[in-house]
């Protein structure tokens, strides 16, 4: 194995650089396939990044800026001089097939880096102070970065996208469903955003104790449990049986308290098995990751959408989530989350669901935009943007109350109204219901 040479094309190498100097509209046709390190020649990868150079400063692009590009930057000699520069626009014929050349320049790329990630998985496998567990999510890791490299995206003419949006709407109208998106279970929330749409990402914030995971639960279980619709939960600041032990109790609508202290009357015990047997036949799957890094939940939520077919993604909650670069300022590492999320419901076309918390300021009043904790990107990143408030008592006096009134405040809706509604908590069961009567 060690004697092989790495895959490569040089012909294709050669061919993508020619081109980009016969023409000067072939450089941004080829950088949305290839960056300076997907050459496998260190020479082709100093004359790539020079012509970068040369298009950063808004330069013409040939063989004599070229030449004196790569001469300033002390490299002309190294990449073979100017007879080697010279020679590259000889070797294609015309750029009209440059994506091409790019392409098998990137697919021997991928091709390299894959052997590289699986000799440095061998070498880890050997270590015993690595668990298996952890090579595994860094195997996965190493891989989806290959996979999001140069995800820049195409273009189409409004025409193209017309035609497609006609047969949505086409399609919505003939079905006559009452929600275009995934109900929540709270009608009147649902009527205000026509439930919970396709890739967008929405935020669920609240002081703590409020009842944001609360919240989450409620609609998580209408939808796996009472909708069949597959869910995905990611667990971070609960464990994964405090959190089903709380969807039991909400279920079987029996006491927390009761089943905390063990204090169960026998007819307890059936609305328990009653409740457990529907949980476990809803397709809800729950990951209890703690302190879980944004790649690895990545990873995962990939995995639940292709293997398990989620239609929608819960995290509970989002400044949980560990940035892969702990160096940045806090709201830096926030920021990144927040985007990647966004990216995330935009690739895999879910609905993501992910709570946080809001700042101490909003505390006695209901919350604003301005509120949310630690970075102003949740804000910018998110299509919908739903505030839980209540006057707060304590947990005993909310225990000992059958219901507790409790706003939700639609603060943002890319796509729709903004505005108030009102939702019954019930503290005994830790569950959120339907208001006798809701307006809207």
């Known amino acids: 194995m060690k004697d092989r040479v790495p895959p490569h094309n040089n012909d294709a190498e050669l ?199 609360a919240l989450a639960l409620s609609m998580a279980a209408n939808i796996a449990i009472h909708q069949k619709i597959p869910v995905g939960f990611f667990t971070l600041e609960m464990s994964d049986m405090a959190l089903m032990q709380r969807l039991i109790a909400s279920e079987a609508r029996v006491g927390s308290q009761r089943i905390r202290t063990g204090m169960l009357r026998p007819s307890d015990f059936k609305n328990l098995t009653d409740a457990a047997g529907l949980i476990y036949d809803a397709p809800l799957w729950i990951s209890d990751t703690p302190n879980i890094k944004l790649l690895d939940l990545r990873a995962q939520a990939r995995r639940m959408r292709s293997q398990l077919g989620i239609r929608i993604l819960f995290i509970d909650y989002l400044t949980l989530v560990g940035a892969e670069n702990s160096e940045i300022p806090r709201h830096e590492q926030i920021a990144e989350i927040s985007r990647s999320l966004k990216a995330l419901a935009r690739e895999l076309n879910i609905p993501i669901v992910a709570l946080s918390q809001v700042s101490r300021e909003s505390e006695g009043r209901r919350p604003t935009l301005a509120n949310l904790r630690e970075s102003g990107s949740i804000e910018q990143d998110a299509d919908v943007v739903i505030f839980l408030h209540r006057e707060r008592g304590t947990e005993q006096e909310e225990e000992h109350q059958n219901v507790v009134e409790t706003e939700l405040v639609v603060a943002k809706q890319r796509n729709g109204p903004v505005g108030t509604i009102r939702v019954a908590f019930v503290p005994r069961y830790t569950k959120f219901e339907t208001l006798a009567e809701e307006p809207v």
């Open 15 to 213: 061919a993508t650089l020619g081109a980009t100097l016969l023409d000067p509209e072939a450089l941004g046709r080829v950088l949305a396939y290839l960056r300076a390190d997907d050459f496998y020649r260190s020479a082709h990868q100093h004359i790539f990044s020079a012509i970068l150079g040369l298009s950063d400063r808004g330069e013409e692009i040939d063989l004599i800026t070229l030449t004196h590009e790569l001469k300033a930057r002390g490299e002309l000699e190294r990449v073979g001089g100017a007879a080697y520069v010279s020679g590259l626009t000889s070797v294609v014929p015309t750029s009209a097939n440059v994506e091409y050349y790019a392409r098998i320049v990137r697919e021997h790329s991928a091709r390299r880096k894959l052997i590289r990630i699986a000799n440095e998985i061998i070498a880890q496998g050997y270590d015993d102070s690595i668990e298996s567990r952890m090579l595994v999510e860094e195997a996965e890791r190493k891989i989806f970065e290959i996979t999001d490299e140069h995800q820049t995206g195409s273009f189409l003419k409004a025409g193209e996208i017309v035609g497609r949006t006609i047969e949505a709407i086409e399609k919505l109208y003939h079905t006559q469903e009452d929600y275009t998106g995934i109900p929540s279970g709270l009608p009147a929330l649902d009527n205000l955003t026509s439930g919970f749409q396709d890739a967008e990402f929405i935020i669920v914030g609240a002081r703590p104790s409020v009842g944001k995971t």
